[in-house]
């Protein structure tokens, strides 16, 4: 008796639940239609294709920093006569190509 009362109760705790459900997305359904978005997409899009210039240059200018740091530090191990020169070389000469292609990709994908 315990168990179906526990059931029919909880199946009336699920309907009320249900029907409260329903309510709320027919009051809020309506606001939903009021815009498209479409002007806020184009302002963002314009508002990130003023920023790519900067930003690219930024990068750019952060890989030539990285280039001369780099450059350095194999310059100076090269004098000392490590023997791990080619491992740091490498290090460095990628991230300055990623760098520097990261930059490039982003014009390139933002059109300009």
């Not at 978005?37 to 750019?60: C, D, E, F, I």
């Not at 740091?88 to 520097?100: A, D, I, P, T």
């Amino acid at each position: 008796m315990a168990a179906k009362y526990a059931l029919s109760y909880f199946t009336l705790q699920t309907k009320k639940q249900f029907l409260v459900m329903v309510v709320l997305m027919a009051i809020t359904q309506t606001a939903a239609f009021a815009q498209s978005g479409v002007n806020g997409l184009n302002t963002a899009t314009t508002t990130l294709k003023t920023y790519v210039g900067p930003v690219t240059t930024t990068t750019l200018v952060i890989g030539g920093i990285v280039g001369l740091v780099g450059g350095l530090r194999v310059y100076s191990k090269w004098n000392s006569g490590d023997q791990d020169i080619n491992k740091e070389l490498m290090g460095w000469v990628g991230s300055c190509l990623f760098l520097v292609l990261s930059s490039l990709i982003v014009k390139a994908f933002f059109g300009l």
